[in-house]
């Protein structure tokens, strides 16, 4: 449960960043143009008898006033040349507020069809969106875009100015790489360390080193302290996302199964395992890798799930053990003994030791005026992957892959951790300003369309046109809503 809040604490705080710094791109712009702004709301306000509570109790607590609409007579001449006075609203402020649904937050500006598809009243007032220039259109919508997306590339100047840039290059994993066997088709072998690709060096072990090694027609390895090139076919399309949901996935860093420390009250503690010994076989199959005794974990989880009332059986393993003879047992391979024992594993699956952790990360600081340029083409970059990998979505895996709210939350750590939050919020922003630029009505992108047509035939499309687009478009959201939060629901019952 204190993982679950701690979780969902940094997912609220993110989102209500990015949404409250979206919305300003709009509200600013808005103003700069003279655009009334009626409202100007983080989270919902959806309203009923409960919400009309509650928003009353906001407005009392952050002192806000109901909104005064001035107006003022006017003469003004008919098409006779007849005088007559009329009574007219003056352009006036906006009202904020805290909604009671956190679930984003909303900019409603004067004379736009959005969301709400609020009919327009024939009679126009220059404060309206709508009366002003294209350009200026354009620029109140893509506002919160560009607010989003400079956001991100502030965030991660300022993350590698605060904590620079800490990862093991891949040149130095000198104990290779452990591929599968789609892979070893292809050339690769147990131990290779991967160097560049015909598309450039590659640098750390992250998601960016998959996908260019999943677009790559040469990959360049050391094999036995030997450069060695590996020839991709050019019938051979490697599914970035099949490479990381393939099990064993595609490659993986080589980690031997060598204890480094032990768990108190763990299996491991029971059994005498102690620093330095080695898991060599599990339920008759040698492991000759850390990575090979997760994945029989990972096969006896998957027993658990088929049939949860065999608990006990699944857990009930047996271990073989190698203990170690010296400190250089490691390198060396000089063991004393070798040990078969059963044992019950945890509730969890968990056998409670922490394996040796072969190479030492490098931290690459950033001076201030360094880590704005590194910033900005680290998150040029995250943008750039991001948009790479949006084709997945539009295969059946992909949508199987879609996440909801459940997913977002989970990718934040289990405990308060300000750098990993901070990067987590850089890449929503991403995400923020590129799913809203998406040509789909109802998003920021879909508005933009309709601009850009505006602008270059010189018509401006119907309201009635505009707001059935705007049903189409906020059906299309809710629907990957729906997908994307079921996908959560399902991989939480165990069914994906």
């Known amino acids: 449960?204190?993982?679950?809040?701690?979780?969902?604490?940094?997912?609220?705080?993110?989102?209500?960043?990015?949404?409250?710094?979206?919305?300003?791109?709009?509200?600013?712009?808005?103003?700069?143009?003279?655009?009334?702004?009626?409202?100007?709301?983080?989270?919902?306000?959806?309203?009923?008898?409960?919400?009309?509570?509650?928003?009353?109790?906001?407005?009392?607590?952050?002192?806000?006033?109901?909104?005064?609409?001035?107006?003022?007579?006017?003469?003004?001449?008919?098409?006779?040349?007849?005088?007559?006075?009329?009574?007219?609203?003056?352009?006036?402020?906006?009202?904020?507020?805290?909604?009671?649904?956190?679930?984003?937050?909303?900019?409603?500006?004067?004379?736009?069809?959005?969301?709400?598809?609020?009919?327009?009243?024939?009679?126009?007032?220059?404060?309206e969106f709508r009366t002003k220039p294209t350009w200026q259109r354009l620029l109140i919508m893509i506002g919160g875009v560009l607010v989003n997306f400079l956001l991100a590339l502030f965030i991660y100047s300022m993350i590698l100015f605060t904590w620079g840039e800490t990862y093991v290059p891949v040149e130095k994993m000198t104990y290779g790489m452990e591929f599968n066997n789609e892979a070893k088709a292809l050339g690769f072998q147990d131990g290779d360390v991967l160097v560049s690709t015909d598309r450039g060096p590659l640098k750390k072990w992250d998601d960016d080193l998959f996908r260019e090694v999943s677009k790559a027609k040469q990959v360049n390895v050391l094999r036995d302290g030997k450069p060695v090139t590996i020839n991709i076919p050019e019938s051979v399309d490697l599914n970035l996302l099949n490479m990381f949901k393939a099990t064993p996935m595609f490659m993986r860093v080589w980690m031997p199964a060598v204890a480094d420390s032990i768990i108190a009250g763990s299996a491991a503690e029971q059994i005498g395992m102690l620093p330095g010994d080695t898991i060599v076989g599990i339920n008759g199959k040698t492991v000759t890798s850390y990575n090979q005794f997760q994945d029989e974990i990972a096969r006896l989880r998957d027993v658990l799930e088929a049939k949860p009332a065999d608990s006990m059986k699944v857990r009930q393993v047996e271990v073989v053990l190698a203990h170690v003879a010296t400190e250089e047992a490691l390198s060396d391979s000089l063991y004393c003994r070798y040990d078969t024992i059963a044992t019950t594993l945890s509730a969890d699956l968990k056998l409670g030791f922490f394996p040796v952790q072969l190479y030492k990360p490098t931290t690459f600081k950033y001076g201030f005026?360094?880590?704005?340029?590194?910033?900005?083409?680290?998150?040029?970059?995250?943008?750039?992957?991001?948009?790479?990998?949006?084709?997945y979505v539009f295969t059946s895996e992909g949508a199987k892959s879609l996440g909801g709210f459940g997913a977002i939350g989970s990718l934040f750590p289990e405990v308060w951790d300000w750098h990993r939050f901070w990067e987590m919020t850089a890449f929503l922003s991403i995400i923020l300003a590129f799913m809203n630029i998406l040509p789909i009505p109802a998003l920021d992108g879909g508005h933009v369309l309709f601009l850009l047509y505006e602008m270059i035939t010189g018509r401006k499309p119907s309201e009635k046109f505009m707001i059935r687009a705007e049903y189409v478009g906020f059906g299309i959201l809710v629907l990957l809503m729906v997908v994307a939060n079921l996908n959560d629901i399902l991989r939480w019952l165990g069914y994906m």
């Open 369 to 391: 005026f360094e880590s704005i340029p590194a910033g900005i083409g680290y998150g040029w970059h995250k943008l750039a992957g991001y948009v790479s990998d949006m084709q």
């Open 1 to 127: 449960m204190e993982v679950f809040l701690i979780r969902l604490l940094q997912f609220l705080l993110a989102i209500s960043l990015l949404v409250l710094l979206h919305e300003l791109g709009h509200f600013t712009f808005a103003k700069i143009f003279k655009v009334r702004v009626n409202k100007f709301y983080l989270f919902f306000n959806p309203k009923f008898h409960i919400a009309s509570t509650y928003d009353n109790w906001v407005r009392r607590l952050l002192r806000l006033k109901p909104e005064v609409v001035p107006t003022k007579e006017v003469e003004e001449e008919d098409k006779d040349g007849n005088k007559e006075k009329k009574t007219v609203k003056e352009y006036v402020g906006t009202e904020y507020g805290l909604g009671w649904l956190p679930l984003g937050g909303y900019c409603a500006i004067d004379g736009m069809i959005d969301e709400t598809n609020t009919k327009l009243s024939e009679e126009t007032h220059p404060w």
